[in-house]
């Protein structure tokens, strides 16, 4: 699969035989991952090729929106465009290393001057790859880059007994192990990594789903009621906390990491 650009801000994917991307990859994923791409086409190219291997994805067409983004929620991976409306790829990784955000970033340009790809480098970008590329190669970097910064502390969730492994998408609290469907696993990695904070309905929704909120159902009290009974199941306390007339959250403890 390769993605090329043709007449201005018109790309395309091309499927060749020898190209094709078969996930075989241990990287099973909740991963989340924001692509950063001002051309809308090429984005939503990005994002399809990401989600058929299990990420979740959240893309922004400005660096501005961005830059905003990036200071409000946590991600495991950038894809960040270097020319954008708004904030440039640049300033956003700039910013993002002052104030010691480790999240890794990978820059994707169709400018390939060495003083740039060196600058990017320099201010702390993970790996770079160049307009046009092959879809598969944009995911083996993604899985390379995910692996060499999947350390035991960004690999593991804790919150006193329970915890969440999100390589090996292993669950436990106390001596038992949960098994969860993939849903209810990538709700409670959601919840998990932000304790204290409420999400709405329309977030989780967003997050987890990955399509907008309707009113009318009920599709998160279910999967969060499916998800209680299997992490509270012969425990006290319930970890995940409603608050009426808003969402749900996580339970804030000590020991939450």
């Avoid at 300033?91 to 994707?108: A, G």
């Avoid at 959601?190 to 789903?209: A, C, D, K, N």
């Avoid at 959250?249 to 939450?256: A, L, N, V």
Wanted: proline content about 3%; charged content about 30%.
């Amino acid at each position: 699969m390769r993605i090329t650009a043709g007449a201005r801000n018109n790309y395309e994917i091309v499927i060749e035989r020898d190209l094709v991307f078969h996930a075989a990859s241990g990287m099973v994923s909740v991963m989340r991952i924001l692509i950063v791409e001002d051309e809308k086409k090429l984005a939503g190219f990005i994002r399809k090729g990401l989600e058929e291997q299990g990420f979740t994805v959240t893309v922004c067409h400005n660096g501005d929106e961005a830059y905003t983004l990036l200071r409000a929620e946590p991600f495991d991976l950038i894809v960040l465009d270097i020319m954008l409306p708004g904030r440039d790829g640049l300033s956003i990784l700039k910013n993002l290393r002052e104030r010691k955000n480790t999240v890794p970033v990978i820059l994707v340009t169709a400018r390939v001057e060495k003083v740039e790809r060196v600058e990017g480098l320099n201010l702390g970008a993970d790996d770079y790859i160049a307009k046009p590329f092959y879809m598969d190669e944009l995911i083996a970097r993604v899985q390379a880059v995910l692996r060499r910064s999947s350390g035991e502390q960004l690999s593991v969730l804790r919150a006193g007994e329970l915890t969440v492994n999100l390589i090996t998408r292993e669950v436990r609290r106390g001596k038992g192990e949960i098994i969860l469907p993939p849903r209810e696993f990538s709700l409670l990695e959601y919840l998990m990594r932000s304790p204290g904070r409420v999400f709405t309905r329309s977030q989780i929704l967003e997050h987890v789903w990955g399509y907008s909120f309707d009113p009318g159902t009920n599709l998160v009290d279910v999967c969060i009621q499916r998800l209680r009974s299997q992490i509270d199941t012969g425990h006290a306390d319930s970890l995940i906390e409603a608050v009426r007339g808003v969402g749900y959250r996580f339970r804030k403890t000590e020991e939450t990491v």
